[in-house]
């Protein structure tokens, strides 16, 4: 299962790609995530459906100093598949 995901809110500078990246290498779920212009953070997360969703549960707090305010969840049906879970700058 591939998710694609847009997270808003004070969700820039508090340390949320390295987080997201932690969470995600921790349960074994790949893909990538990275800050956007407009202040919100994009990721897709590939990998076994309950552990995508478990990611998923974590970023919708986030690290401590986050604030999220929504959270968007697409189904990704793009074909590339990915191997680890990068931070993408």
């Known amino acids: 299962m591939k998710k694609h995901i847009f997270i808003s ?19 074994g779920v790949n893909g990538w995530v990275r800050n956007l212009p407009d202040g919100r953070v994009e990721a897709v997360f590939q990998g076994d459906e309950q552990l995508v969703d478990q990611l998923i ?5 986030g690290p401590r100093s986050a604030y999220v305010q929504s959270i968007e969840v ?16």
Do not use: I
């Open 9 to 27: 809110g004070r969700v820039q500078g508090v340390g949320f790609r390295h987080f997201t990246k932690t969470r995600a290498r921790s349960l």
């Open 57 to 61: 549960e974590k970023c919708k707090k």
């Open 74 to 89: 697409e189904e990704d049906t793009g074909e590339e598949a990915y191997t680890s879970f990068d931070v993408k700058f």
